[in-house]
């Protein structure tokens, strides 16, 4: 790619922003469009304009609120989890800013003073002495083969490993106690009180599981135990309560289509029908309100006998069982209960609203079984995708792409044409390549067994990360030579960096104005909001009736860590192993991360609704994949540098030692309270308050198995039970 | 070595173990030796001969004793450590009966009626037919190479492992029920109400420690703490109390001796002195009773005096935390207490016999530095070991040894000597040599913070075997060969495999006369306690005054796992791996672990006294090594079949993950009952019975600081608070 291409990409992708922005400015303003742009703000019953009359109309007036929002403001309206990534932005951010304000005054007169780059051009041939771009002079390439200059390369890899180091340590401290102190308000959530218990055991023939379950809880924690709630198959009820759902909503929408046609011309109105055959397009033509009314009294005694046999006979072998304290909870979810692990496993309850209800009953071993097969899939996915990406790089020059597919060359051969395309094309080819992937890793992730929706978006982000980094990063650098790649790693594992080292500058450009795109065109399409503001409008005018239906069809949805946090992790990668060979990059990774963050931040207190709360468990894995993309680097910079004959190389290697201990020490310090809830944090509030405990059960129960009133929670409960009523009265 | 070293070597291996055996017969019933033989029995106040007046006469009835006895009776008497440590040796009897049963009968025909020996010694040079021995006739070298009996031996390879593992997972299933069984008898166990606290943070400069301690738990165990005992450093109290406990066993010394003087010639007898100065040799002749009185008068206020100091102002960051219930205290100990890991870290507390005091007060980080210190010196010294045992390798043959030192040519050219010598002195260099190793190994892993005495042992008995595999089992297998095999290793591992696959059959008779040596002259050596019997009546004779001082004499010590479990471990590993490279070893294997069996059941019933009791946890540490010496073997067959040119040789590559998947399920299901306690294994006595609390309490006061009277523990507690009184009284 020529430096003429490069700048016209790096244009256009700015000129797309500022229209995306200017639209933005415009769009926001209008108060139609308010359900697109402040979601957030409406649900929670505040004006979005409040702000704005009392004198912030100016355009960027959401940067100043962005920027003015405090921590606690984002933890009260996005959620920690929010704030956490929040603090990854901007953690990555302060890792680049630090580096760069080092490497950037050093690194780039060190490489543009020399002439590696001429000579080699010199000696090949005379004429093209234009052959290689600015950007290629202030990069490693052009530093002369064993020159001292190799030092300040090497040192700056010493440096930006420091900066990252100390960093993670503040970020992680910071946002630990951030988790703890979320943790210890005195707002009674459900899912302290609760205990996951998988793998009962099958109980003997006299007794239903929620009996064994009350009977073993209540001899382990007599005094603590509360009640429990067996897991049961719930999707036949579900589905008899959905199909009732379904046909209230319907004479919702038929009530407001009645009403408005009693307005109009005639005051009787006519009543709404609609075909019951498939579709409603065929079949016979009945009046919406009164079949409707019809359906719901039969299908109502039909969803109470099936919940009836739902909660007997259906139950699973798993179960939510709830203490009366927040620190027995807590210290019975970390308590071995059974001498075999493979009863009686506990863990802390998800909360309600993230609870996958189909995979709390699958087994101990039937997990580890489905956890190995997914792997395996998403292994050979990660594989399998190389081939499209090889294909992509192998096209990157459109020459190429000419050749193979001649009748393009009516297009191709005009000049402005061709530098947009030579631009965007690989680039565009990729990013719509990565937006197939999530939903199949999602399913993938759910089949596992997981029995939480966050951790779940957890697990997709992991392979996410895999994903782009093999795929993207490594696919891109090493390009065709990638089936060689991994006979390399095969026969020898520490040839891949050699092979690395030797591909890595080449691809710089080419990551420059990916970066550039991204952040462009990707920041820009989520601040104006396009696509869904579109959709909005569209459903308003064609589908919607009720007020139920605007909201449906505004309703924002929540950030979406599983793409969100591996796609910045890619940044992160290529940005870190590209700081040094290419300094120029930390520029685009500075512009990345800051605009990243300004409207993260924006969309955080206006637009988003988190739909769960894990208080920050994603830092951990967005820790250790940052430490996971240091290592390529310091791994890539070993190589990169010794292939410059510099011998001096393997002083870089004790970096890759110091990482794994950093590692390791930040997981020890930190993870346990992550992964379990430290008593001192819950136990504060204990012994104050007595809460509402038959609230805290009746939010675990599924929407299709709750009793008409709250009262009848004992009713629900001894529906489980085969002894009708309990034996000791709580 | 030729066949008639061999056959030699067994034959006086055989006849020094008939005669331990007879002396051991003898000796055991002189009434003199009991102390010796049965210090176990005595112990428990039963008279040894008891069961012999009733018939059991016989020599052979000490077998017959250990044969009828039950695991009841073995738990009874030597706790379930001696139980499970006895499983161990029958289970891997069992692994190798079953493997026998199956390998002997086929493998022996198929290769003793093929004739690659005879074949290549005919092809090298027609004369030397006799060049080889019937054992290695009868072994894997003699199958040609290519041969489709090699089907056999590779099928073999599969039986053994699937034998192996179906013996393990009914042995940890065994284990997992008897620890859970001692674990739930009602006896009051002070450990079980116990926590021990680590890393307690620096306490604000008004409160002393132990007030931390008690206002931590006391707010997060409202219900269930019951009071906590800080670790001191009380090595100076300690230094004033053994010093009044030596006076005072001088006394009683002198008052024997005064009063055997009495009866004698004088009636008023002759007080007993001796000379203060160094050792007793030198300096002013006092009379004993009254001079050790004056100290003891001059030494109890002193001692009094530094308790108080100990107590207040020598606290250390660690304490043990009481709670009023089993299940407290279990579910404590597995709970997370702190945000930040590297504060307030619980565990179980130990017993309290078994208590490292010296290690609890050690912080987080600096355990974790001093295990890395100690692997580091411990991977050291094994390597570093390895040269004088390639020496021994070297010189293995005598004619070697000869031309290297001319002067032993005399002693060497007797026929007689030179059949023995040849057939133990290389064995003989190895057992002594390795006897010199144990004490610093135990002196290295305590110095890595471990707590407990138990898991001390664990972690010497870990590093021993590692120790004797490498070198041992690779050194004398490799031979002189070793440090190249060490280049092997880093540059191109899998190599390692092809080299062993050469080596091990080379080395079978040596092991074989090896496992031989060990179980006749070892367990011999073992019963009739020949060592331990002479130096008893040697003390008895000249030093001992006291009854006291007489049981001292006698006491029988523990069974010392730490070097006991390795060197089974070793044997394990040879056998498993020449099984069917030279199936004659399976016999050798059988006798010593069932005669090993036998005497380790008679020794625990009549000898040794158990130090204390960590309830079977040896076993997951066996159990992995166990698995450890499958995978040698499955990886060295798979290189040794190869070798022989069999391309079916793969088909044995799934036992690899095979066997990790098994330790992995093991590990899954069984082991977490042995790092934690599960609550349904304690819960269980908990309502029914109020335990003495201030009983356990006292259990754990070192005995410097004991108190006088056992009422006293709420002075001592108070003595650790800043406060003279408690703030709540329980």
Sequence with gaps: MDLASFVTSLLTSFVIFVVLVLVFTWLSRRPGNAPVYYPSLLLRGLDPWEGRRRGTRSPVGWIRQALSASETDVVATGGVDAAVYLIFLSSVLSILVFSGIVLLPVLLPVAGTDNALERAAGLQNGKTRQNFTELERLALGNVQAGSLRLWAFLLSVYWVSFVTYFVLWKSYKHVSNLRAAARSTSDVKPEEFAVLVRDVPVPPPDQTIKDSVD?????????????????????????????????????ARAEVVYAESKTSSKPEGTKPTHRIGFLGLIGKKVDTIEYCNDKIKELVPKLEAEQKITLCEKQQRAAIVFFNRRSAAASASQTLHAQMYDRWTVMQAPEPREIVWSNLSKKIYERQIRQVVVYTIVFLTVVFYMVPITAISALTTLEKLREKLPFLKVVVDQKEIKTVLQAYLPQLALIVFLALLPSLLMFLSKLEGIPSQSHTVRAAAGKYFYFVVFNVFLGVTIGSTLFSALTTIINNPPGIIKMLANSLPGSATFFLTFVALKFFVGYGLELSRL????????????????????????????????????????????????????????????????????????????????????NGRMWPHMHTRIIAALLIYQTTMVGVILLKKFYYSPVLVPLLPMSFIFAAICHMRFYPAFAKTPLEVVAQHDLKETPNMDAMYTAYIPACLKPEKLEDVDIFEDAQSHTTSRATPI
């Excluded at 073993?216 to 009732?244: C, G, N, W």
């Design 215 to 251: 009977s073993y809880f209540r001899a382990l924690h007599p005094d603590t135990f509360y009640r429990s709630m067996v897991a049961t198959d719930h999707t036949k009820a579900d589905k008899i309560y959905q199909e009732i759902e379904g046909h209230k909503q319907k004479i």
């Design 531 to 614: 696509v869904p503001l579109i959709i909005f409008h569209l459903k308003r005018k064609y589908l919607c009736k009720t007020e139920d239906d605007v909201k449906a069809a505004w309703a924002p949805g929540d950030l979406g860590y599983n793409t969100r946090v591996p796609n910045d992790m890619l940044i992160v990668t290529i940005v870190l192993c590209y700081s040094v060979i290419a300094p120029l990059i930390i520029p685009f990774g500075v512009a990345y991360f800051s605009l990243g963050w300004l409207i993260a931040k924006n969309q955080v207190l206006r637009v988003y609704v988190p739909s769960y709360e894990s």
